[in-house]
């Protein structure tokens, strides 16, 4: 992990104290609330840290139109074949960075959590 971490830094400058935070909680299968003004490299710091795990890196930004099917997903019917087929949502990711989460519906932010507890 000091390896990571090495190579975060190199990228990511003066928030030594958020990238400890973010390998915590990486070691311990966690998740973690970050907060900040806009500029503070909290987006640069996740994609980096999940580049340098080998990892995938997705973003939401939610919105007040967002449905939970945005999240997790939904089955899509292929005409060709005449089955459907299973799409799956941005929370199928090894790194998540969901914005503005408060600005969704209840419902939005519930199938989050519920993504969250598995």
Same mark, same amino acid.
């Given at each position: 992990?000091?390896?990571?971490?090495?190579?975060?830094?190199?990228?990511?400058?003066? =928030?030594?104290?958020?990238?400890?935070?973010?390998?915590?909680?990486?070691?311990?299968?966690?998740?973690?609330?970050?907060?900040?003004?806009?500029?503070?490299?909290?987006?640069?710091?996740?994609?980096?840290?999940?580049?340098?795990?080998?990892?995938?890196?997705?973003?939401? =930004?939610?919105?007040?139109?967002?449905?939970?099917?945005?999240?997790?997903?939904?089955?899509?019917?292929? =005409?060709?074949?005449?089955?459907?087929?299973? &799409?799956?949502?941005?929370?199928?990711?090894?790194?998540?960075?969901?914005?503005?989460?408060?600005? &969704?519906?209840?419902?939005?932010?519930?199938?989050?959590?519920?993504?969250?507890?598995?």
């Amino acid at each position: 992990m000091e390896k990571v971490l090495y190579e975060v830094k190199k990228v990511i400058v003066g =928030q030594d104290h958020l990238l400890e935070r973010l390998i915590v909680a990486l070691l311990a299968r966690g998740h973690i609330l970050v907060e900040g003004v806009p500029g503070l490299a909290k987006t640069m710091a996740i994609k980096t840290l999940a580049e340098s795990i080998g990892g995938e890196f997705k973003r939401i =930004q939610f919105t007040p139109d967002l449905v939970p099917a945005d999240l997790v997903g939904t089955r899509i019917y292929n =005409q060709k074949s005449g089955e459907f087929n299973t &799409a799956l949502g941005p929370v199928f990711t090894n790194l998540l960075l969901a914005d503005e989460i408060n600005r &969704a519906p209840a419902k939005t932010q519930s199938a989050l959590l519920e993504a969250m507890e598995e």
